[in-house]
Nanobody
């Protein structure tokens, strides 16, 4: 099993910045990709950014490209999301996730952290 513990988040004004962190523990060698997802009230959970654990290849949703940066530190088993130029529409609960395990799905999730951007 893999455990993910998030930190960071909170309340920020529009155009401000926040950094989210996610610490992975357990059978981390089974992970091949990690990512950040978010869910706003009344909306489905959506992918924000993902990163390959081995190659560091990244992908971003169109809504955050150019503003958010995902990174990882494999030695420390850490995942980060730097969020700049935040907008009110970025308000959501953000989740760290890891892709791995027998079926290769997004099987592991952090506890979620609230990000609120005021206008």
């Amino acid at each position: 099993q893999v455990q993910l513990v998030q930190s960071g988040g909170g309340l920020v004004q529009a155009e401000g910045s926040l950094r989210l962190s996610c610490a992975a523990s357990g059978r981390t060698f089974t992970i091949f990709r990690m990512g950040w997802f978010r869910q706003a009230p009344g909306k489905e959970r959506e992918s924000v950014a993902t990163i390959s654990r081995s190659t560091a290849t990244t992908s971003y949703s169109d809504s955050v490209t150019g503003r958010f940066t995902i990174s990882r530190d494999n030695a420390q088993n850490m995942l980060y999301l730097q969020m700049n130029s935040l907008k009110p529409e970025d308000t959501a609960v953000y989740y760290c996730s890891a892709q791995g395990g027998l079926d290769g799905g997004w099987n592991y999730w952090g506890q979620g952290t609230q990000v609120t951007v005021s206008s």
